[in-house]
């Protein structure tokens, strides 16, 4: 289905959904009734209340007890996944700019089987899921499919990026195929299991080879949305109807071949920490839903950039796809951006992105492609961050390039996709990526040494001689 935050309804049998009522004393079908709320009942509807009506053949609730879960991760040790900033013992404060290699994807014949539940791994944050006050981001590698389990998140909302290899993801909704270039959203509470599929339809988007990586922005406290469009007038950017949603499937135990002796197990997120319950049913058994709470994926392609026509060189806000806003005017709790395929038809403009200090924090990854400002090693499945008020901006052959280029319209991030995840918070990188993960750049910082220096103040009218 397509839209954002409609009210969709969904029913895999004809006549699932009770008509005119949501809590009948017998639903059709002999399902059990259960409601999902992403919202306080008390929000009002001009503020986005959100929940859905769940049909299912057995409600949530019928489980065991919730144990602590340990991943298996690659390097066999504690959790990866860091939800609570304020514990020092998990983080390493760091200032500088940081950039980072492709993360490693790890490899079956390592003897490691590795899902997306175990393949996660946390960079840095902020804030603390308790308080409904922060944001994480994490970055996904992993080989096996999620066998016999589903993950669920009481946290935060998840917004996943996949960078290499397509996600097949089964959902309370139905099933949702998400692939290079596209990236969907699973709000707070909602099930779901990733299968790891070949992205046979956009292998130029997608890079070769065994496993699948992506990056994740998990907001805390509300929900994306698609920004405002002020004077840019009723459409463009992120069109509502490029948003697609899944259509209901139910997947009954006894169809259900994933079970591992009879047992399906729920792996949540709880306040920063993993639980694992175990229960003698799929999850995914909801046979009709109905609402305006929902996973949603989306084509980066179908965004539609509006930029600068005539002079200077924009700010990147105009490339938002998706807002979570706080409480502070204009000030995203983490906006998502991208650096989209685009013309600069710019006069007499410093055209890649300028030297700048910013008081958000910028955390950026790359699809596939060169990013614009950074000619160098920024490659697809590495990462950057540049924290607040930390100067960063063009790299010195991003510098040199635009000296010498002609003044023609030019032809911007062809064939590439870089991100930004953007935020109020100062983000706090956890000790794994510091030093756990073995692919921070220590001599990042050399990308900005040799920046030609140019100054004559006898020269008002400069020119480079190129
Ligand atoms: O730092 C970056 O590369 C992101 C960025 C891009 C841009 O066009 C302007 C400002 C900005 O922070
Ligand atoms: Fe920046």
Partial sequence: MHGFGNEFESEALEGALPIGRNTPRFAPYGLHIEQLNGTAFTVPR???NRRTWFYRIRPSVMHLPFEKYVSKNSSGGPNRLVTNFNDPNQLEVVPNQLRWSPFKIPEKSDGLEIDFVDG???ICGAGDPASGAGIAIHIYCANSDMKGRAFTNSDGDYLIVPQKGALRIQTEFGYMLVQPNEICVIQR??????EYVENPENKEKSQQGEGFRGYILEVFGGHFEIPDLGPIGANGLANPRDFKIPTAHYEDSKDCKDMVDGQYEIIQKFSGEL??????FSPFDVVAWHGNYTPYKYNLTNFCP???TSFDH??????TVLTCKSHKIGTAVADFVIFPPRYTPLDNTFRPPYFH???MSEFMGLVYGEYEAKKGDFVPGGASLHSPMIPHGP????????VSRDESVVRVGDNTMAFMFESMYTLKTTKWAIHGCEKLDHDYYKVWENIPIRFDPKNRDFKPNV
Wanted: glycine share 10%; proline share 3%; net charge positive.
């Fill in 46 to 48: 001009s503020a986005g």
């Fill in 120 to 122: 996660m791994s946390t």
């Fill in 189 to 194: 509470g909602m099930r779901f299991r990733v």
């Fill in 357 to 359: 200090r910013n008081c």
């Fill in 314 to 319: 924009m700010d990147p806000s105009i490339f």
């Fill in 275 to 280: 639980f694992s319950a175990k229960q003698s």
């Fill in 395 to 402: 790299d010195k052959n991003a510098v040199n390039h635009e």
């Fill in 306 to 308: 509006v930029g600068g």
